[in-house]
């Protein structure tokens, strides 16, 4: 197959550009009962995220010293997130107010509205969106039932003057992913009269 680079160029613009991995926004949200939400200015701090990856694992089965693979369960992996380190630490700390509110505190003291929590009361969500070069949104990914399971560390260093960041691990069940597309579809199979 002959090669050009104006057929890439092309094929490039027909589908409107290539996605960027710097145009996304996040919303991480915490339990109603915990009220430990990201802030707007809070979610404007994670700097990295991960639009979340599944997995479906082959079952192997033996056969006559033949090993075959059937499908088998879809798992989902952690979401990892990298926060820039407020000078308040407010999104830090509201991490930790949701690690407590999970596993007690920190000197392992627990009440009715410290440690004990689990199932809803636990899970919250969070959805990592893509955006266009024109800043539409063009896809979207929410995670269910989700709770942080990691809080990195920051590093302090006298002969660093870089700003300080640090790593939020976050386990869930499952993802839902919504496009331009389907919303749009959606939109027009709800109002059957919209044009």
């Known amino acids: ?115 004990g929590r689990f199932g809803t009361t636990a899970e919250g969500d969070a959805t990592v969106t893509q955006l266009g070069i024109d800043g539409s949104d063009q896809g979207s990914w929410k995670m269910y039932n989700l709770w942080p399971t990691e809080l990195g560390e920051i590093a302090l260093d006298w002969s660093s003057d870089a700003i300080e960041e640090y790593t939020v691990t976050f386990s869930y069940d499952y993802w839902s992913q919504g496009t331009k597309k389907e919303e749009e579809t959606s939109k027009v199979t709800a109002n059957p009269h919209t044009r």
């Open 1 to 115: 197959m002959a090669f050009t680079v104006s057929t890439f160029k092309t094929q490039l613009a027909a589908s409107h550009g290539a996605a960027r991995p710097s145009l996304y926004k996040i919303d991480i949200n915490s339990p109603t009962g915990i009220g430990q939400s990201f802030s707007t200015s809070s979610n404007l701090l994670v700097k990295a995220a991960a639009i979340p990856a599944s997995t479906i694992a082959p079952l192997t089965t033996n056969y006559m010293g033949r090993a075959y693979k059937t499908p088998g369960f879809r798992t989902f992996d952690v979401w990892n997130v990298t926060v820039i380190n407020d000078e308040n630490m407010e999104a830090r700390q509201n991490i930790m107010e949701w690690m407590v509110a999970i596993s007690g505190m920190l000197k392992g003291n627990r009440a009715s509205t410290v440690g």
